[in-house]
């Protein structure tokens, strides 16, 4: 059975591929969008059990837009969300007000075992059914 579904946003090819295989890997089903404008219509329709959400997309705000939106729908406000960021200062300034929003942060460069805990953790065990 397919494990539930793990919603990447991420603007970086290579992080892309990279969070991709691992989540699959790890039984994960796994869909990638590289922008956040595209992500927040997709996650109305049919939410994901997860989202890795990497704060600095195509535009400097565009992740923070797009976890500002999610939390403001209450057909979204439910999804965990865990940020991603090498950006320092975002890490300095704003994580306490993503975490307010309830998302976790998870800092690059980040270790594929802790990654994989934290998706555990939020979206649920690999064999669990979508949705769960």
């Known amino acids: 059975m397919a494990g539930p579904l793990v ?3 991420q603007d970086d090819g290579t992080l892309q ?3 991709r295989e691992a989540l699959e890997e790890a039984g994960y089903r796994a869909r990638v969008w590289p922008t956040g404008d595209g992500a927040y219509p997709d996650f109305r329709a049919s939410p994901p059990a997860l989202a890795l959400l990497d704060i600095r997309l195509e535009r400097p ?3 923070w837009e797009l976890l500002q939106q ?7 406000a439910g999804i965990p969300v ?3 960021t090498a950006d320092g200062a975002f890490l300095r300034e704003r994580a306490g007000e993503a975490r307010a929003l ?3 942060v998870l800092a690059l460069p980040f270790d594929l075992d802790d990654l994989l805990a934290a998706v555990r953790r939020l979206a649920g065990p690999p064999g669990a059914a979508p949705g769960a």
């Open 7 to 9: 919603a990447v946003v």
């Open 61 to 63: 705000d565009a992740g």
């Open 102 to 104: 309830g998302a976790e």
């Open 82 to 84: 865990l940020v991603t």
């Open 17 to 19: 591929w990279l969070l």
């Open 70 to 76: 999610l939390r403001a729908d209450p057909a979204t």
